[in-house]
């Protein structure tokens, strides 16, 4: 049969076989993003933050609110978060690099400028970023860290004044929004990721939770495939505690 098929018909024959794995392909992408980008899951929500010039001063301050989501494509995942009134970073994602352990972060300016950052975590959990090429007026370096449990989050924002120096431009302390939830009250589980679940999904009559709207798209996409995945992770967890 194969002979009879000839040039074009091999063709047609294996761009649907290509085309058969490549949803599977992409959920392994997907999943594997979303593996290496789960310690920072707290990023995910909405804050309200002030930023500050000078540290313990109102002089040049601002108020900005920040979202940040989970974001799938065919490229895979990333975090996103949007604050258009930073007068600093307005936008950006988050994903993985190709180093184990790193990250690289695309943001743009309020100028309209994209700087790209790469860096990794420390043993505190916090973040640190260092700029490839920043322009002079876009921070050089990024320190993000979470206190108080991870209802507030403080971004440093550093410009470079010499090879291994900084100095600040400015600090952004972020409240979670709704931050009063979990003080006595049961943690409801994103079924996509594992987070805080704060929006309802529904499939076949049953309600699930989700933490971000990304979440929700990739559920209403394809809700047998995220349960799919939701009770595989159940079950390895269920597996390590054995």
Known sequence: MAARLGLTGCVAVMAL????????DLDGQRLADQQALAPLQALVGQWRGVGQPQRGSNRGAWTEE??????FSNEGAVLAFSAPNSQLLVSGELATSDQDGEFVLLAQMKTGQKVRYLGRRDEHGGLTLLADDAPVEAPARLSLRFVA?????????????????????AEVGYTRKGSGFGQGASFIECIVTGGLGTIPVTHQGKTYYV????CRDLFQDNPEGVLADYQTRKAEERASKQ
Do not use: I, M, N, Y
């Open 211 to 214: 933490c971000c709207t990304g």
């Open 17 to 24: 076989v290509l085309g058969a794995a490549a949803p599977g």
């Open 149 to 169: 449990d991870g209802k507030r989050l403080v971004v440093l924002h550093e410009r470079r004044t010499g090879a291994d120096r900084f100095t600040r431009l």
């Open 66 to 71: 920040s979202d940040w989501a989970w974001r």
